[in-house]
């Protein structure tokens, strides 16, 4: 089992509200930094796609592409990044 942080240094009484808290924030900017990475790729996919540079597995479609990339441009990372700005004021 994953052991973070090791025994001695775990926050006790008034700090663990402060402890969570900030792991939530780490948390939440690692899963933003994996939906901007993703959503990168997609893009990516996207413009070789469309300059015919690359051709897709018939499994794959197009539009699947630009739906995810959509969809974690402006859903995810955008919804976490305002979470984010919440948690600081």
Excluded at 8 to 14: F, K, R, Y
Excluded at 26 to 36: E, N, T, V
């Amino acid at each position: 089992m994953w052991n973070w942080p090791p025994r001695d240094e775990c926050p006790t009484g008034g700090e663990v509200d402060e402890y969570i808290r900030s792991q939530v924030k780490y948390g939440s900017l690692l899963y933003r930094f994996f939906a901007i990475a993703v959503g990168g790729l997609f893009g990516l996919l996207q413009t070789l796609v469309r300059s015919e540079m690359i051709t897709l597995p018939n499994s794959i479609n197009y539009y699947q592409i630009l739906t995810a990339h959509g969809v974690l441009m402006a859903i995810v990372f955008t919804t976490f990044l305002s979470l984010d700005f919440y948690t600081l004021v």
